[in-house]
Nanobody, 115 residues
Framework: QVHLVQSGGGLVQAGGSLRLSCTVS????????LHWYRQAPEKERELVAR???????NYTATVKGRFTISRNNVRNTVSLQMNNLKPEDTAVYYC?????????WGRGTQVTVSS
């Protein structure tokens, strides 16, 4: 069984920063690509950032230059550093991994950015 335990998030003013972390267990962490998604109210869930097993990163255009995804293959964690946050970043954020033919999700963390 794969488990993803999220931490971080909260309420911040526009221009502020937050850091999300996700600890993954139940798989050979270093072999997998890891992702952060988010879902705003009344919107579909969208991919925010991805980091491959090789450390290559990809970002959706709206967060590029503001968010940084990173991984620690010793601690089995994936993190999302979010800087210069905007009200439109308000959403529930999820970490995600596809492993063993299944989609595994964290429970989600609320991020609220006030204007």
């Amino acid at each position: 069984q794969v488990h993803l335990v999220q931490s971080g998030g909260g309420l911040v003013q526009a221009g502020g920063s937050l850091r999300l972390s996700c600890t993954v267990s139940g798989l050979n962490f270093r072999l997998y690509s890891l992702h952060w998604y988010r879902q705003a109210p009344e919107k579909e869930r969208e991919l925010v950032a991805r980091i491959g097993s090789d450390g290559v990163t990809n970002y959706t255009a709206t967060v590029k230059g503001r968010f940084t995804i990173s991984r620690n293959n010793v601690r089995n964690t994936v993190s999302l550093q979010m800087n210069n946050l905007k009200p439109e970043d308000t959403a529930v954020y999820y970490c995600y991994v596809n492993a063993r033919g299944y989609d595994w999700w964290g429970r989600g963390t609320q991020v609220t950015v006030s204007s």
